[in-house]
């Protein structure tokens, strides 16, 4: 035990063996620090805002059927995943099983008849034949009900979340912020030192009902705006004494561990941050590429063998749209690079600007530059030679 910490045990305890002290330090402040948690953990901002930004574009992809390079999109599957259980959307069930995985580094999803599930406190075990079994509750569930999808770290049976990997650094961040916010949400924690050259004595009741009455008159300055006069008489003085918490150190210590956070999440704060002020679609794409497409090749591979089994050659598959990052004036340029004789055709590029289609067979075609002719369509291709030198299309016709 440190000595600050026995010198303040000592004083605590004799202001428990002074009864007539607990009415003037009864609104005294101790200092604790944060436990990172489930229910907490959100509460860093810079957590929250990584662990959005990654769920949300989990959330936004769209999730299909892959077999034999032919996509599915009608399938009883992706009715249940757009549509879980009772609870939850699917939009809700995809964000909060990211969140859950990058948090704990595992996540149990649990498909029961055609609803689908995230199950808490399971517990799991490989037999001698190296099967994974899984208990909730002391109950067995069936494999094939349950899928162990697990961020990887060095552990075959478990995965590693922030909550573990970065708990020391996690908290240390909470306590800081913790420290700060107190402090200015309680006025800046001003305080006062009487000093009084007699001892205090408790059978004082003069003294005793001066320093409860100093006590009230600055318990009662509440404004900024507000003056109190407290005359004192000879021998006592009040001194203000400076906050104990050091702004610039507590912020220079947020500046270098808050960034840290994100390198548990596969971010480098630095890096997204700077993209994100200079191009927002490098960031997103930045953040795709180092955080979202591992997550989405995991999920894929887990509730492709949870709805299918290791014999189908049916995949579940994320699919997001890279222009979903891209601003809107970038996606006018793309259009008109496609098409320039019309900027809402064809028809992807008018879906993509956000103009009704017109699902016409010329709309649905991709025109090649001025000359509008369909693209793999060889005689259309052919017929844009018409009208030009007869030797010239002999030769192009021999070669």
């Known amino acids: 035990m440190g000595i600050r910490d026995m010198f303040s045990n000592f004083l605590y305890r004799q202001v428990e063996k002074r009864g007539w002290f607990e009415e003037i330090f009864s609104n005294s402040i101790r200092y604790g620090g944060r436990y990172a948690n489930d229910e907490n953990i959100l509460e860093s901002s810079d ?23 032919r996509e ?14 009772n609870y939850l959307t699917g939009s809700e069930f995809i964000k909060l099983m990211t969140n859950t995985y990058l948090l704990q580094g595992e996540v149990f999803p649990v498909k029961d008849g055609d609803q689908l599930h995230l199950a808490s406190n399971v517990y799991t075990e490989l037999d001698d034949r190296l099967i994974e079994h899984f208990k909730i509750g002391g109950v067995d569930i069936p494999s094939f009900m349950i899928r162990h999808i697990k961020n990887i770290g060095s552990n075959h049976l478990r995965g590693v979340g922030i909550l573990e990997l970065g708990k020391s650094t996690l908290e240390g961040v909470m306590s800081a912020e913790k420290v700060l916010t107190d402090k200015y949400s309680k006025g800046g924690l001003m305080a006062f030192l009487l000093k009084l050259d007699a001892h205090i004595n408790p059978a004082n009741a003069v003294q005793s009902k001066l320093i409860t009455a100093i006590l009230d008159q600055l318990e009662a300055i509440d404004e900024s705006r507000s003056v109190k006069m407290i005359p004192l008489g000879k021998g006592y003085d009040i001194k203000a004494l400076e906050s104990p918490i050091d702004d610039q150190k507590t912020l220079s210590y947020l500046n270098v561990y808050k960034k840290d956070l994100g390198k548990f999440l596969g971010i480098n704060v630095d890096t997204y941050t700077a ?25 894929e591979d887990h509730l492709s063998l949870l709805f299918f089994g290791p014999n189908s050659n049916k995949r579940i598959k994320f699919k997001i749209n890279v222009l979903d990052f891209v601003t809107y004036s970038t996606k006018t340029n793309i259009g ?23 699902n016409t067979p010329e709309s649905q075609a991709i025109y090649i530059s001025n000359d509008l002719s369909k693209i793999g369509d060889k005689k259309a ?19």
Do not use: C, W
């Not at 055709?345 to 103009?355: E, K, Q, T």
């Open 275 to 299: 993209l994100i002020k200079s191009d927002l679609e490098k960031a997103m794409m930045y953040l795709h590429n180092k955080a979202t497409k591992p997550i989405m090749r995991n999920f």
């Open 72 to 85: 599915i999109r009608n399938h009883p599957v992706i009715k249940t995943l757009k549509n879980p259980n």
């Open 381 to 399: 291709t052919d017929d844009s030679l018409k009208g030009g030198d007869d030797d010239e299309k002999q030769r192009i016709t021999d070669n």
């Open 336 to 358: 008109y690079n496609i098409v320039r004789t019309g900027i809402t055709s064809p028809d992807n590029v008018a879906d993509m600007l956000g103009f009704p289609k017109q």
């Open 47 to 69: 957590v929250y805002e990584l662990l959005q930004d990654i769920s949300n574009q989990m959330m936004l992809a769209e999730i299909l059927i892959e077999e034999d390079g």
